[in-house]
């Protein structure tokens, strides 16, 4: 019996979690937090630029319905019902009706639902529960089909084109887009995505802007391909929650990214653009790099998702009705949290302490960035070398960055587009840029003469990004390679003090634990699926477990069935840290006693 009823009771499962999506309990995050401004984080244009609305809306899933039959909730992406194109939350459709284009906001990868007793949770901020891999695969695979045959692309065009017997020059037309758009994304997604795939709740996130940047921005037109560039994203990490994430002194898992002011905010938000199909296409002219043309950034709606992802609070534990925190057995767990390390508390890594100040005067938290025995592989993305500079061959940012070579790593390269792109905004504006603002935003070593330079050192408000990347050892340049560079006699400002380099491989950050609770799997990487699972040491934790929105509030953590996806993560121990998968480390509070670790459980979930 069974084994007759389970497909039923799966397909059950399914249909309930579908209507339980589109009606969520919305978890406490704040007085301030309001449905106003939940609708603006689910739909604010931040310049990502991923495919034309039209052809999406005319793509077909393998089976034959269409792409967007269910809003992408095959992937884990949620219904949002003020979405009037069938875009789900985090997917924005920018421009004139008829020639929109779709691309992902902060919300599609940082908005979570986890379900409990057959009912669904909301949790704005949280590492969202989706399957990005199978979403490009599928994507992929869609447009490579509408090309497949002239019957398919015939077909399509008259849709996207609405008319049964479409003009042949339009079909020509789009037929030459499709193929431009296809070249590019199929040439990323054949060399990046790895096998096996990242799954639900994780990806390559660093890798994948790495590629983008490098492989797909930086060429000859055309196509402005340097496909060589591209290689398997495979250091796969979890999502992040990011509710106190803008008052955090350093983020990104490794700790490469300065943070805590407005401009840092731009410049880390400003990468991820780059990595989800932002356009960027910089010009060289042997004299100046144009870090803006066709750059297709939205500063004004960067700067907008960081002022609301500043008023998204830590959800409230919101199982009351359910399991009703025991206030006196999280008050013991408190003290074990406030007890030394090697006593086995947590307040002196995830503790609140204040960290470096940021412009003007903004006092942030520290964020200890170390060495816990996890897994290493998301250091190895960072030391990623030899990559083809393109058109930045030679361009460097005065006071910041050092001059790029015609090979270099892709930490370097990434740095110089981000910070480049911020300065040129901030310092050209809309008006005629000044020469001092030109040679302060990007020039090259091929400069022989130019406009004297006034400018001697970045503003007040843009000098922290002086440091805002903190590089890998294999990505440190040479301090003196400005030091012969002329213009109209006089030295190109050099850097003003390089920032201190990245910690060694195997350093990550240790964040505050607010909201805890809401953020499994746990470790960098997502290894291990429960709270209770971390206290226990690495070699008796679970080595296989299953990822989706079904939620164990007893473990604190993912329920050990998932019926929404068919994925099961396989991990590997302390003998292979490398592998980008390994549960192993972090073993802070493995010897506590039963009843320690209850009541420390306990205080976890009041954060």
């Not at 704040?30 to 034309?52: C, E, K, N, V």
């Not at 899933?61 to 095959?74: I, K, M, V, W, Y």
């Not at 999280?330 to 940021?358: D, M, Y």
């Not at 429960?530 to 080595?543: D, F, G, H, I, S």
């Amino acid at each position: 019996m069974r084994a007759i009823f389970l497909p039923a009771l799966l397909i059950a499962a399914f249909a309930g979690s579908a209507v339980r999506a589109a009606d969520p309990i919305y978890t406490e995050q704040g007085a301030g937090w309001t449905q106003a401004l939940r609708d603006d984080f689910y739909s604010r244009d931040q310049g990502s630029r991923m495919i034309p609305l039209s052809w999406l809306q005319n793509l077909k899933q393998a089976n034959g319905q269409p792409f967007l039959a269910d809003s992408l909730a095959r992937y884990g992406y949620l219904p949002n019902p003020a979405n009037h194109n069938g875009l789900p939350v985090g997917f924005v459709a920018s421009g004139a009706s008829g020639v929109q284009i779709v691309g992902m906001t902060c919300s599609a990868c940082h908005t979570r639902q986890i379900a409990v007793d057959g009912q669904s949770y909301r949790i704005d901020g949280g590492p969202a529960i989706v399957d990005f891999q199978s979403l490009l695969s599928d994507l992929d695979a869609a447009v490579g089909q509408v090309l497949s045959s002239d019957a398919a692309f015939n077909s399509f065009a008259a849709l996207v084109l609405s008319s049964a017997t479409p003009d042949a020059d339009d079909v020509v037309a789009l037929r030459q887009d499709v193929n431009a758009w296809y070249l590019r994304f199929h040439t990323l997604m054949t060399r990046a995505l790895p096998t096996p795939s990242w799954g639900p709740s994780r990806l390559d996130a660093v890798g994948m802007i790495f590629n983008r940047l490098t492989g797909l921005d930086l060429g000859a037109s055309p196509d402005f391909l340097i496909a060589d560039n591209i290689q398997k994203a495979d250091a796969p990490v979890r999502y992040p929650f990011i509710w106190n994430a803008p008052i955090q002194d350093h983020t990104q898992w490794t700790g490469f990214a300065a943070n805590g002011s407005d401009v840092l905010a731009l410049s880390r938000n400003l990468g991820e653009v780059f990595g989800v199909f932002g356009v960027f296409q910089p010009t060289n002219d042997g004299i100046y790099v144009n870090f803006l043309n066709s750059n297709s950034a939205n500063f004004d709606g960067l700067g907008k998702l960081e002022t609301l992802v500043r008023q998204i609070g830590p959800p409230k534990w919101p199982f009351g009705s359910i399991q009703p925190i025991d206030a006196a057995l999280a008050r013991q767990g408190q003290q074990i949290f406030n007890r030394p390390q090697a006593s086995g508390g947590c307040i002196e890594c995830h503790g609140i302490k204040s960290g470096t100040v940021r412009f003007p005067g903004i006092q942030t938290w520290a964020t200890p960035i170390d060495n816990v025995g996890t897994d290493t592989r998301a250091h190895d993305v960072l030391a990623w070398s030899g990559k083809k500079t393109g058109v930045l061959k030679g361009a460097f940012i005065p006071f910041v960055t050092q001059p790029l070579g015609e090979t270099d790593a892709a930490f370097n390269i990434l740095a110089t587009s981000v910070l480049g792109s911020v300065l040129e905004q901030s310092l050209r504006g809309s008006g005629s840029p000044s020469p001092a603002a030109l040679i302060a935003t990007g020039v090259t070593t091929q400069i022989q003469n130019g406009p004297r330079i006034d400018l001697k050192r970045l503003p007040p408000a843009l000098r922290d990004l002086q440091s805002a990347f903190h590089p890998p050892a294999a990505a440190a340049t040479p301090a003196s390679l400005l030091s012969n560079l002329r213009i109209q006699g006089l030295a190109i400002p050099d850097l003003i003090a390089p920032p201190a380099p990245l910690p060694p491989k195997g350093a990550y950050e240790s964040r505050v634990m607010q909201g805890i609770w809401a953020a499994a799997p746990y470790l960098h990487n997502g290894s291990v699926p429960t709270l209770a699972e971390l206290l226990k040491p690495a070699a008796q934790r679970v080595k296989q477990f299953k990822i989706g929105p079904a939620y164990d509030i007893v473990n604190v953590g993912l329920a050990v069935e998932q019926p929404q996806f068919n994925y099961t993560v396989t991990t590997t121990g302390c003998g292979d840290l490398n592998s980008g998968n390994s549960n192993c480390g972090h073993e802070f509070g493995t010897h506590l006693s039963d009843p320690e670790k209850k009541a420390l459980l306990e205080y976890l979930k009041t954060l």
